[in-house]
């Protein structure tokens, strides 16, 4: 189908064949650049899109003309299909764009920046036994698709009540177009449900700005370990949350938190965990938690009973040189002892 891409800065319409199918940030990926070399070489762009609900139809004489209903325009986000997104033949697509102040579009080799976050989320995987990270799409990979077992919390559909759970799943998805990662945050969005204040429950997107907003600087293993430390509630923000409902909920129950404590590394101490807890969805019901430590009782080695005093150092007889105080005590002790001193001024 055909469709028109607005770039209102410079009120020019572009038309674009595409197919129903198509993502959003494909279109935008092969679209945006033609775009901007026709404008000339600038700085670095985030681009992204908007729909609008208006038709633009060509007449006879070359002129355009609108039609359709011109609506509050929605941005679509890059994981939409043209299908899913609700364009249809001949709309208009706003192309909106902010300018990086102070960087020029050779600053960053993209290409190698995404190869160095592969090889990095490669070796997080490895050194974790609780991340496992999927390369779904590109080569190098733009889009990731993470799962990290690890507790946090989700609403049950059926039944409307809190559950604890185990795994989640999420897609990380890099803005391009115009190159505009690592300026600006990667998409993510939850695949598995989840109840937190800095998850919106309408589309599954995900607050990266939670405590430290995203820098260039940082990188997608960074990013990773930053969303484990979120599902957990090791960090979430009420500043703007995305779920109200999750931020008073959270407020209340701050003392259960973080609901796991074990490390993402295999080097460091894990607290143990039962295997009932690892499989098990534990209820939330009211406004107590009930969640199970599941920490394993502690043993004690059964305590060595010594008769009497004497030490048989047949059993272990330390050499001279290292014999420990307790023997030498033991032995001054004896010599002093009144008995000692009774057999020694009979036999003289």
Same mark, same amino acid.
């Given at each position: ?14 038309p ?19 775009i ?22 060509v ?8 039609s359709?209903?011109?609506?509050k ?20 697509l ?5 300018i ?5 579009s ?11 976050e ?13 991340i ?8 190098p ?6 799962t ?8 049950n ?5 809190l ?17 505009a990662? #690592? ?17 919106s ?22 990013l990773v ?25 959270a ?6 938190f ?10 460091a ?32 080695? #059964? ?18 040189a ?14 002093k ?12």
């Open positions: 189908m055909r469709i028109f891409i607005w770039d209102f800065t410079h009120d020019r319409y572009y674009v064949l595409t197919s129903e199918n198509t993502t959003v940030k494909n279109l935008l990926a092969q679209a945006v650049p033609q901007v070399k026709e404008r000339g070489p600038g700085r670095q762009f985030v681009a992204y899109l908007q729909k609008t609900g208006e038709q633009l139809y007449k006879e004489d070359g002129h355009f003309f609108k359709g209903k011109e609506g325009p929605v941005t679509l986000h890059p994981w939409q299909t043209m299908s899913v997104a609700g364009v249809v033949e001949n709309e208009v706003v192309l909106c764009y902010f990086q102040p102070g960087v020029v050779e600053a960053v080799n993209v290409e190698q920046r995404f190869a160095d592969y090889e990095k989320l490669k070796e997080l995987e490895a050194s974790s036994d609780m496992r990270v999927e390369a779904v799409e590109g080569n990979p733009r889009k990731y698709r993470v990290i077992n690890c507790k946090g919390m989700m609403r559909p059926v039944d409307n009540k559950y604890l759970t185990a795994n989640h799943v999420l897609e990380i998805d890099l803005p391009v177009g115009i190159s990662y #690592p300026y600006e945050a990667p998409y993510i969005r939850c695949l598995t449900p989840h109840f937190h204040p800095n998850i429950p309408d589309n599954n997107l995900v607050c990266t700005g939670v405590e430290r907003k995203w820098e260039p600087s940082l990188d997608l293993a960074w370990c930053h969303l484990a430390d979120i599902i957990t509630y090791r960090i979430y923000g009420t500043d703007d949350p995305y779920n109200k409902e999750a931020v008073q909920w407020e209340a129950h701050k003392d259960k973080p609901l796991d404590e074990r490390s993402l590394f295999k080097e101490v894990a607290v143990p965990v039962s295997q009932a807890q690892d499989t098990a969805l534990v209820a939330i019901t009211g406004q107590s938690v009930m969640i199970s430590q599941g920490e394993p009782e502690l043993t004690t080695s #059964p305590k060595t009973e010594i008769a009497g005093t004497a030490i048989d150092e047949r059993v272990s007889r330390p050499k001279a290292s014999r420990s105080k307790s023997v030498r005590k033991s032995k001054s002790t004896a010599k002892s009144p008995a000692a001193r009774t057999r020694k001024k009979k036999s003289s």
